[in-house]
């Protein structure tokens, strides 16, 4: 076989496998093995809810999973729900019978996710005893929710979380700055639900499926403090770009003068059930199996992969160049599988994700080996501002980069990963696809 034919194979393989992982962590799916409608008990895994005539049912949450996520919710529980309010990047919209479905403006919060929180503030506000409100979870809840304390904007929001971004931040440091400047999240959901029961349904999207990291944990215990949110943005960020009204909020709240977020072993919690009912490891499993039916030797790495994405592209690249001397294509092809979510910093002005800067910087170390692959994609089928997923490359990406005058490193030192990919065709191109579940890696050696 010749190699451009191997080449070829390995992104068909490539493709089949992330489809199968995306497949596994479908919205619908993870509803509808987790939820059941029996007379007048909810049940929801091994939890179970009594809903009597007089008891309502409230629908609210929000992220990329949310539209697909309303929809199965109200094809188990019907015409029993009140009412709700569920938000969604406007990628993400299906129809929705009972439940309004919004939208709003991610990876940045805007007007639109102002009104919706709002509206969903205005529903819990009506709840009593007996009540028990369903929240929808998934990636993209924290900017899709916003709902800034008394005395920060959504301006003010918006400028701190697009530097902080842009200084390369994890999302646990992040999340713990948008707990303390919303009445929503870090428990404020819950606080709010209140004197309601409240049941939460989960896909995660961050390492270890922490709930009080998950789209900010709206509904979950706080750990974190004003005192680290103080210390995350002047850690990160000169005073210049630091809003004064943020720094002021935050040292405030460190001198007990603002309401905390929910702190662990508050009562309130005695009446919140949080679930999680997909994440990565759900689609890398899925992904080992498609990848054995190809053909493949295939094991999950690791479903926690941090660090930073060009570094992390490398290493893979340096794993590749050790794998292929012992993996020849006279031996079973071997698969290997990663989860997580890496990070960026932003130096430069160009188009790119974190997927694509990963597979960019595994392309320099992949150079003239043969016959191995190396993708990554967002589950959600968006990686960064751009319309892309993620890319792929392999030990030709650079060769014929250079012959059409494209020099890698030069793309990756200004953030320009798109625009390479786009150049030699091999960016993934999926659309939106309703889940949110982390990024996925993958290395294919023949």
């Known amino acids: 076989m010749f190699q451009n034919e191997i080449h070829r194979r390995l992104r068909k393989d490539a493709k089949a496998i992330f489809q199968a992982a995306i497949k596994a962590v479908d919205p619908d799916r993870t ?12 049940r929801a895994g091994n939890l179970s809810f009594a809903l009597r005539p007089e008891n309502r049912l409230w629908v609210v949450g929000g992220g990329k999973a949310g539209g697909a996520m309303t929809a199965a919710v109200e094809e188990v529980l019907g015409a029993r729900i009140h009412a709700g309010t569920v938000v969604v990047p406007p990628g993400c919209y299906t129809q929705t019978r009972i439940v309004r479905l919004r939208t709003a403006g991610h990876p940045f ?14 529903l819990l506000g009506q709840t009593r005893p007996g009540d028990l409100v369903l929240c929808l979870l998934s990636g993209g809840a924290s900017s899709l929710l916003p709902a800034p304390v008394a005395g920060i904007t959504l301006e003010d929001k918006v400028s701190i979380s697009r530097e902080l971004m842009r200084a390369g931040i994890d999302i646990v440091r ?3 700055v948008r707990k303390h400047l919303s009445s929503l999240k870090g428990g404020g959901l819950g606080r709010l639900a209140s004197p309601a029961r409240v049941l939460t349904l989960i896909l995660s999207d961050v390492v270890d499926d922490r709930i009080d990291v998950i789209a900010s944990g709206p509904t ?10 103080i210390d995350i943005v002047t850690s990160l960020l000169p005073p210049d770009k630091i809003p004064a009204a943020v720094l002021n909020h935050f040292r405030k709240g460190d001198r007990g003068e603002r309401l905390e977020t929910v702190k662990p072993g508050d009562p309130l919690l005695i009446s919140i059930s949080n679930l999680v009912i997909g994440n990565v490891r759900t689609a890398l499993e899925a992904a080992c199996r498609k990848a054995r039916d190809l053909g493949y030797r295939s094991r999950i790495v690791s479903p926690r992969m941090t660090g930073e994405a060009c ?13 292929s001397t012992t993996n020849r294509p006279s031996r079973q092809p071997l698969c290997l599988l990663v989860g997580g979510e890496t990070t ?3 130096r430069g002005t160009g188009r790119g994700g974190r997927n694509q800067e990963l597979v960019l910087g595994a392309a320099i170390g992949l150079g003239g080996i ?15 501002p751009t319309d892309a997923a993620g890319a792929l490359a392999d030990g030709t990406t650079v060769n014929r980069g250079q012959t059409a005058g494209l020099n890698p490193a030069d793309f990756l030192q200004r953030n320009d990963s798109y625009s390479y990919f786009k150049a030699l065709d091999d960016l993934l191109i999926t659309g939106p696809t309703g ?12």
């Open 31 to 42: 509803v509808f093995s987790t939820l059941a409608w029996d007379g007048e008990l909810l």
């Open 109 to 122: 919060p805007d007007a639109h996710g102002l009104a919706a929180a709002e509206s969903i503030k205005n």
């Open 174 to 176: 992040l999340n713990t």
């Open 220 to 229: 979950a215990a706080d750990p974190t403090t004003y005192r680290q949110a």
């Open 311 to 323: 570094q992390i592209g490398g290493r893979y690249a340096a794993l590749v160049r050790r794998l």
């Open 344 to 346: 960026v910093t932003v």
């Open 370 to 384: 043969e016959g191995a692959l190396v993708a990554a994609m967002g589950s959600d089928g968006i990686d960064g």
């Open 435 to 446: 889940t949110n579940v982390m990024d996925l890696h993958l290395i294919l050696l023949s």
